[in-house]
Every structure is written in C-alpha cells, then in structure tokens.
C-alpha cells in the first residue's frame, strides 16, 4: 500500500461532509425527488440569475479551447467593481480554492493557523492538509472572539482565517472590532477575511474592506460567486490582496482553476445588482418568517446575519442527528452540525417561502413525537 507513505496529517484527514443531494435522498427513502426540500449547503433558492444563463449559452460556442488563464475580463469586471487594480485580484475555483492557496502559499508543516471554534471547517481541512497546526479559538456567544485570537497568534502563525458573516453560526463581527485586529496583528500574519455571505448583509452593517486591503500588506479578503448570486454549482470565487500576496497565490493555483462558462456568469452576475437585491429580500422575508416559526416553537436559535440559521433541537447530543434523520424522511435536507461541535443544533438554509413553509411544518410534526 502506498498510502503509508504518504505524510501522516494527509493520512489523518477527516472528509469533508457535504450536504446530501436530493438524488441520493431520494434514492435512500424511496422519495420523489420532486417533493424534496433541500435547504442544506446555503445556495440561492432562486437559482441561477437569467443573465448569467444567457451569458454561459453565448460561452459555450468556445468550449473547445481553454479559458483564458489571467480571466481578464472577468478580473476586469472586479476590479471596476471593487476600485482596486487587476493585480490585486486572485480568482478561484470556489472561494474555497483561495483558503486553499492561502494555506498553501504561506504554511509549512508545524507552523500555526489561528481560527475560530464553530467556524467553517475548511479552515482546519486547508491547514491540515499543508501539515499545518491548527489554534483553535473558544468562540463567544457562537462568533470569534478577536481579543482571544489575537493573543492565540504564536511566533510560529503564519496564517488567521475570520468568516463574517460566520457559518455555521451566522454571527457577524462589527467593522470597528476587525479595524482593531487588524492593526494589532504583526504584519508577518496574513489575515483571512472570508465574506461568502457579505451581500446578504443589510445595506446599514456593509463596510468597505477593500479600504482594509489597501492599507494592509497582510490582508487577504475572499468572496464567492457560490451564495448571494446563485453559481454554486460553477465553483467561482476570488481573494483580493496587495500584489505581493496576490502574485504568489497566482504562481501556485492551477493555470485554469476557473472554468470558462464560469468566467462567462460570473461577470453577468457581478453586473447585475437587480438580482442580488432580490435575493437580499427574499432572504430578509424567510429569516422572519423561519424565526418567527422558532420563537412560536420556544426553539433557541443564534441570530444570523447569513442565508441560513442555526436552531437548537433538542437538549441531548443525539438530537441534531435524530432530528435530521426523521426531517430526511419526510424529504426535507437540513444541515446536521455535530462535525462543527454543535450536535444539538441543525443549520437551515433560507429557502422560497412555501420551502421554509415545509421545513416549519416537518420540523413541528417531528418535535412533537
Ligand atoms: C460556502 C462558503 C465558502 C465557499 O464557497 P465556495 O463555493 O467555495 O466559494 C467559503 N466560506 C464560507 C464561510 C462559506 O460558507
């Protein structure tokens, strides 16, 4: 076997467990898929947008070639956006792909990753996976606790990933507090912002990072094209940077780790403002509407500033798992998150009304048994 060759932190990966499918539930208890409700990995319940469908259909005409490697005009599309220059753009195959890089480009085996407890798993999966340490920060009231972060950081931290809005909680972290952070973190720390959820964020909480990456040689901010605008299944992403850490994250990703329709719907996307206030709405419109349900129901669940919310379901730490069980066997896909710590609690995705209607309705009929 080769594999005991291979590096034992490689070797002692836990797999990442993605939400299930509605093929596979389907599949599993003898369901029609028709009927299932996923709201499980925190994807737009509308989809795609028209205009990035329309641009992927004028794409493909050029799927016989490559993508352009340097995504220029997509990259162009950002900066314009953005205010920053082309070469403080990294793109990514998913956000998730420009944590990777960041682990990769900046931590050697043994050397420390500071993150927050209940934050997303990818940041333990990305540094294990360079044989990196991981300095795992006890969260407060469910969100980071920056003070406690910044006095984790050792002389031997390379690397600190921040998600606001967080996930699986969906706290959020005032402006003012990652200002202080950011000035007291030595700058031989790269720091991670990682805003999947930004544009879910109420216009009154939005803050300008970029003014962050302009000002701090060590910042790298992540944001995906996975949540507010619906292109999940794509996998497109970017990490906006200084170009020293922007150059060395492009030397070592894949020469075309975004895809060409990718590139295609994601401009659309980025141009097409209509459809993420849209979004927004509908998300404000399900967060009162699956709260208000939790509250009539005496649930206890964190206040989310994401689209989706994490509830307490039960006081035993088989709930999570039990009440995710009898939900899939009425057809509706939830996210347990006992692999975050938190086996009591499920994490919901926001979905349509007449989605989170269903959840609403299973979950009341399975609690009360
Ligand atoms: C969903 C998510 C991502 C990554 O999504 P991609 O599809 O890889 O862009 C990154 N960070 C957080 C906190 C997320 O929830």
Same mark, same amino acid.
């Given at each position: 076997?080769?594999?005991?060759?291979?590096?034992?932190?490689?070797?002692?990966?836990?797999?990442?467990?993605?939400?299930?499918?509605?093929?596979?539930?389907?599949?599993?208890?003898?369901?029609?898929?028709?009927?299932?409700?996923?709201?499980?990995?925190?994807?737009?319940?509308?989809?795609?947008?028209?205009?990035?469908?329309?641009?992927?259909?004028?794409?493909?005409?050029? #799927?016989?070639?490559?993508?352009?490697?340097?995504? $220029?005009?997509?990259?162009?599309?950002?900066?314009?956006?953005?205010?920053?220059?082309?070469?403080?753009?990294?793109?990514? %195959?998913?956000? %998730?792909?420009?944590?990777?890089?960041?682990?990769?480009a900046f931590v050697q085996p043994g050397q420390s990753v500071? !993150?927050?407890?209940?934050?997303?798993?990818?940041?333990?999966?990305?540094?294990?996976?360079?044989?990196?340490?991981?300095?795992?920060?006890?969260?407060?009231?469910?969100?980071?606790?920056?003070?406690?972060?910044?006095?984790?950081?050792?002389?031997?931290?390379?690397?600190? !990933?921040?998600?606001?809005?967080?996930?699986? =909680?969906?706290?959020?972290?005032?402006?003012?507090?990652?200002?202080?952070?950011?000035?007291?973190?030595?700058?031989?720390?790269?720091?991670?912002?990682?805003?999947?959820?930004?544009?879910?964020?109420?216009?009154?909480?939005?803050?300008?990072?970029?003014?962050?990456?302009?000002?701090?040689?060590?910042?790298?901010?992540?944001?995906?094209?996975?949540?507010?605008?619906?292109?999940?299944?794509?996998?497109?992403?970017?990490?906006?940077?200084?170009?020293?850490?922007?150059?060395?994250?492009?030397?070592?990703?894949?020469?075309?780790?975004?895809?060409?329709?990718?590139?295609?719907?994601? #401009?659309?996307?980025?141009?097409?403002?209509? !459809?993420?206030?849209?979004?927004?709405?509908?998300?404000?419109?399900?967060? =009162?509407?699956?709260?208000?349900? $939790?509250?009539?129901?005496?649930?206890?669940?964190?206040?989310?500033?994401?689209?989706?919310?994490?509830?307490?379901?039960?006081?035993?730490?088989?709930?999570?798992?039990?009440?995710?069980?009898?939900?899939?066997?009425?057809?509706?896909?939830?996210?347990?998150?006992?692999?975050?710590?938190?086996?009591?609690?499920?994490?919901? =995705?926001?979905?349509?009304?007449?989605? %989170?209607?269903? !959840?609403?309705?299973?979950?009341?009929?399975?609690?009360?048994?």
């Amino acid at each position: 076997m080769p594999n005991q060759f291979a590096p034992e932190y490689v070797r002692a990966i836990a797999p990442y467990q993605a939400g299930k499918p509605i093929s596979e539930v389907a599949r599993e208890f003898g369901l029609d898929e028709a009927k299932i409700v996923k709201l499980a990995s925190n994807e737009n319940p509308l989809g795609m947008p028209e205009s990035a469908r329309k641009a992927m259909q004028a794409a493909v005409a050029e #799927i016989g070639r490559y993508p352009d490697a340097n995504g $220029f005009a997509l990259k162009e599309a950002i900066a314009k956006r953005y205010a920053v220059p082309q070469d403080w753009i990294t793109l990514g %195959n998913g956000s %998730n792909d420009i944590l990777e890089l960041a682990a990769h480009a900046f931590v050697q085996p043994g050397q420390s990753v500071v !993150f927050s407890q209940y934050s997303f798993i990818v940041y333990a999966l990305a540094t294990q996976a360079v044989g990196g340490r991981s300095i795992v920060v006890p969260a407060q009231k469910y969100g980071h606790d920056l003070d406690a972060m910044r006095q984790a950081i050792t002389s031997d931290t390379r690397l600190v !990933f921040i998600a606001n809005p967080n996930n699986p =909680t969906g706290t959020f972290i005032a402006p003012q507090e990652i200002e202080v952070f950011l000035k007291a973190v030595p700058r031989n720390v790269v720091i991670v912002i990682d805003e999947a959820y930004n544009e879910y964020l109420n216009p009154e909480l939005q803050y300008e990072s970029t003014d962050w990456v302009r000002q701090y040689p060590n910042l790298l901010v992540s944001r995906t094209f996975s949540k507010a605008y619906g292109l999940a299944g794509l996998r497109v992403g970017f990490g906006l940077a200084q170009p020293p850490v922007t150059d060395l994250l492009n030397r070592i990703r894949q020469p075309f780790n975004v895809n060409s329709l990718a590139q295609a719907a994601a #401009i659309a996307a980025l141009n097409d403002s209509a !459809f993420l206030q849209q979004s927004a709405k509908l998300n404000t419109e399900g967060y =009162t509407q699956l709260t208000q349900a $939790f509250d009539e129901m005496k649930l206890e669940y964190v206040q989310s500033f994401g689209n989706f919310v994490l509830v307490k379901v039960g006081d035993d730490d088989g709930a999570g798992a039990r009440i995710n069980l009898a939900l899939l066997k009425k057809g509706i896909i939830v996210r347990p998150v006992a692999g975050y710590g938190l086996p009591q609690w499920l994490r919901v =995705t926001i979905g349509l009304q007449h989605e %989170n209607a269903a !959840f609403i309705q299973a979950l009341k009929e399975v609690l009360s048994k």
